[in-house]
């Protein structure tokens, strides 16, 4: 009923910018948390940053003030800014998203993009 499509992954050099989004669609009633993770190769999924419906934002250390997280709630959709990117910085990132949809709108669901790989590397 509901998925998550990302955009904006790719390769760029170390010091360079790239900008992910990630729409939500389906018979959504509402959207609560969003945020980013990221998973490098043999490393554990690790959240990146999220933010909640009314703008309140939180980031990895790793990431504070190098990423800057965003949403348009009018479009379903999240975004996050990456600036002055680090090769450590390359691994595959999720977009989640906890959902109310308008078949139970008492309830939530946790609901994974199918990610999308940013590589930064020389």
């Known amino acids: 009923q509901v998925q998550l499509v990302e955009s904006g992954g790719g390769l760029v050099q170390p010091g360079g910018s790239l900008r992910l989004s990630c729409a939500a669609s389906?018979?959504?009633?509402?959207?609560?948390?969003m945020g980013w993770y990221r998973q490098a190769p043999g490393k554990e999924r690790e959240l990146v940053a999220d933010?909640?419906?009314?703008?309140?934002?939180n980031y990895a250390d790793s990431v504070k003030g190098r990423f800057t997280i965003s949403r348009d709630n009018a479009k379903n959709t999240v975004y996050l800014r990456m600036n002055s990117l680090k090769p450590d910085d390359t691994a595959v990132y999720y977009c989640?998203?906890?959902?109310?949809?308008?078949?139970?709108?008492?309830?939530?669901?946790?609901?994974w993009g199918q990610g999308t790989l940013v590589t930064v590397s020389s």
């Open positions: 933010i909640t419906s009314s703008g309140s934002s």
């Open positions: 389906g018979s959504i009633y509402s959207i609560d948390t």
């Open positions: 989640n998203a906890a959902i109310r949809t308008v078949v139970a709108v008492y309830r939530y669901l946790e609901v």
